[in-house]
C-alpha cells in the first residue's frame, strides 16, 4: 500500500504540476488549446509512469468510482485521497517556488460567466463522462495498452469543452491544492470542486457495477 501511495503523490504531482505551470507560465503563449493539451498529456505520462503501481488514479473523484465500482477497497479511499491531496499541494508550492504568486494566480479554477449553476453541472456531467471512460478503459478487455492514451485525450477534451464554463476541473484534489494558497473566491467555491466532481465519480462507478455502461464486475 506504500508504494501506491507514493506512486499517487508522485502521479498526482505530475498532473498538477506541469497543468498548473502551463497555465502560470505559458497561458499568453500557448492558449487554452495548449493548457488543455498540458493536463491531457499530463494524465498520459503519469498513467505510463505509475499506472502500473497504484492505477493512476490521480483524483479523488476516480477512486471514489473505483470504490463505488468494485475496483478498490474502501479502506484505502482515504490513503488514496490524502496522497492526491499531498502530491497537488507538493505541485504548487513548487510552482511557487519557481516564481508563480498569489496575486499572479496559481491556476485556481474558477466559475465562469455563466454561473455557479452551470459549473456545478458541468463538473458533475464532465466528471461522470470522465470516470466513466477511465473505468472502461481500464476493464478487462477495455483499452489495454491504450488505456492510459484514451484517458489523457478524455481529459483534453473536457478541458476544450468546459474551461469558460468551470475551468474544468473533474478533480478536486486539483483545485483545493491553488484555493488552500490563494484563497479569497477560489477557496469560497470550493465545496462545488469537491461536491460534483466526487457525485460524477460516485454515479460512474454505481452504474459501472451495476452493468448499466459495461459488463458487471
Request: with cysteine.
Given at each position: 500500500?506504500?508504494?501506491?501511495?507514493?506512486?499517487?503523490?508522485?502521479?498526482?504531482?505530475?498532473?498538477?504540476?506541469?497543468?498548473?505551470?502551463?497555465?502560470?507560465?505559458?497561458?499568453?503563449?500557448?492558449?487554452?488549446?495548449?493548457?488543455?493539451?498540458?493536463?491531457?498529456?499530463?494524465?498520459?505520462?503519469?498513467?505510463?509512469?505509475?499506472?502500473?503501481?497504484?492505477?493512476?488514479?490521480?483524483?479523488?473523484?476516480?477512486?471514489?468510482?473505483?470504490?463505488?465500482?468494485?475496483?478498490?477497497?474502501?479502506?484505502?479511499?482515504?490513503?488514496?485521497?490524502?496522497?492526491?491531496?499531498v502530491g497537488a499541494i507538493?505541485?504548487?508550492?513548487?510552482?511557487?517556488?519557481?516564481?508563480?504568486?498569489?496575486?499572479?494566480?496559481?491556476?485556481?479554477?474558477?466559475?465562469?460567466?455563466?454561473?455557479?449553476?452551470?459549473?456545478?453541472?458541468?463538473?458533475?456531467?464532465?466528471?461522470?463522462?470522465?470516470?466513466?471512460?477511465?473505468?472502461?478503459?481500464?476493464?478487462?478487455?477495455?483499452?489495454?495498452?491504450?488505456?492510459?492514451?484514451?484517458?489523457?485525450?478524455?481529459?483534453?477534451?473536457?478541458?476544450?469543452?468546459?474551461?469558460?464554463?468551470?475551468?474544468?476541473?473533474?478533480?478536486?484534489?486539483?483545485?483545493?491544492?491553488?484555493?488552500?494558497?490563494?484563497?479569497?473566491?477560489?477557496?469560497?467555491?470550493?465545496?462545488?470542486?469537491?461536491?460534483?466532481?466526487?457525485?460524477?465519480g460516485l454515479l460512474a462507478?454505481?452504474?459501472?457495477?451495476?452493468?448499466?455502461?459495461?459488463a458487471p464486475v
Open positions: 500500500m506504500f508504494k501506491k501511495l507514493v506512486a499517487e503523490v508522485i502521479g498526482t504531482f505530475i498532473l498538477v504540476f506541469l497543468g498548473t505551470c502551463a497555465i502560470v507560465f505559458m497561458g499568453p503563449d500557448i492558449g487554452k488549446l495548449g493548457i488543455a493539451l498540458a493536463f491531457g498529456l499530463g494524465v498520459i505520462a503519469a498513467a505510463y509512469g505509475i499506472g502500473a503501481v497504484s492505477g493512476a488514479h490521480l483524483n479523488p473523484a476516480v477512486s471514489l468510482g473505483m470504490v463505488a465500482a468494485g475496483r478498490m477497497q474502501v479502506s484505502d479511499l482515504p490513503g488514496y485521497v490524502g496522497a492526491q491531496v507538493g505541485a504548487i508550492v513548487v510552482i511557487m517556488a519557481l516564481g508563480g504568486t498569489v496575486a499572479g494566480g496559481l491556476g485556481q479554477t474558477a466559475v465562469g460567466s455563466a454561473g455557479p449553476t452551470a459549473a456545478l453541472i458541468f463538473e458533475f456531467v464532465a466528471t461522470f463522462l470522465f470516470v466513466t471512460v477511465i473505468l472502461g478503459a481500464t476493464a478487462q478487455g477495455g483499452g489495454g495498452a491504450l488505456a492510459g492514451l484514451v484517458i489523457g485525450l478524455t481529459l483534453v477534451l473536457i478541458h476544450l469543452a468546459g474551461i469558460n464554463i468551470s475551468g474544468a476541473s473533474v478533480n478536486p484534489a486539483r483545485s483545493l491544492a491553488p484555493a488552500l494558497f490563494v484563497g479569497g473566491v477560489a477557496l469560497q467555491q470550493i465545496w462545488l470542486y469537491i461536491a460534483a466532481p466526487l457525485a460524477g462507478g454505481v452504474l459501472h457495477r451495476s452493468g448499466l455502461v459495461s
